[in-house]
């Protein structure tokens, strides 16, 4: 071979290789894949009919409002479409929580641990309602169990209220360590 053959067959391969590239890393920022690496959120544009079907323009809106009973009504529309639906799944559990519906978001935050994306954000969650219920033991299984994943709170256990009853548990301080030392390996967004 030459080298004019051979820097032809490294440029017809290069080109393609940079488009697809270029179009992977378009599709990871418009569809929100970017984990914070910029502050804007792409959101579809609502039609009436959307907001009537549900779709995850409707959550966004209210969320921004907190509106939990249309966050509620949205995410189980969505979750009748597709049942693994991750965030729909999460933002109805979510929405329960803030509705004062404990056990019903509890059984939802359960079916949100089988996504990864979700599974610390739920089992932290549950451990907020099992110690709103007065369950110290098995909150401190699920903090466990969160902060095992990798979790932290951009609030912090310590200024969490719902972790209060946790504060006298043996392994509190041990909690709180665990979260610092996450903390540390990532930034986590804080939902609640």
């Known amino acids: 071979m030459n080298s004019a053959t051979d820097k032809k067959s490294v440029t017809s391969l290069a080109?393609?290789?940079i488009l697809l590239v270029m179009a992977g890393a378009g599709w990871y920022f418009l569809a929100g894949r970017n984990n914070g690496a910029f502050n804007e959120e792409v959101k579809p544009a609502?039609?009436?009919?959307q907001k009537q079907e549900g779709d995850s323009g409707s959550v966004y809106a209210a969320f921004d409002k907190s509106d939990w009973p249309t966050v509620e009504k949205t995410c189980r529309l969505l979750l009748e479409k597709d049942e693994f639906n991750a965030e729909a799944r999460?933002?109805?559990a979510f929405s329960l929580y803030r509705q004062?519906?404990?056990d019903e978001a509890i059984e939802n935050y359960e079916k949100a641990t089988r996504f990864a994306e979700f599974k610390g954000y739920s089992l932290?969650?549950?451990?907020c309602l099992h110690a709103i219920k007065n369950d110290i033991e098995r909150s401190a299984e699920l903090l466990t169990e969160a902060l095992n994943t990798g979790f932290s709170?951009?609030?912090g256990i310590a200024n969490q209220a719902e972790l209060e009853p946790l504060e006298s548990h043996a392994k509190y301080k041990e909690w709180i360590e665990q979260e610092d030392r996450n903390r540390g390996k990532r930034v986590r967004i804080d939902r609640g």
């Open 15 to 17: 080109i393609p290789l």
């Open 46 to 49: 609502e039609s009436a009919k």
């Open 90 to 92: 999460f933002n109805l």
């Open 100 to 102: 004062g519906k404990y």
């Open 124 to 127: 932290y969650n549950m451990a």
């Open 153 to 155: 709170s951009a609030r």
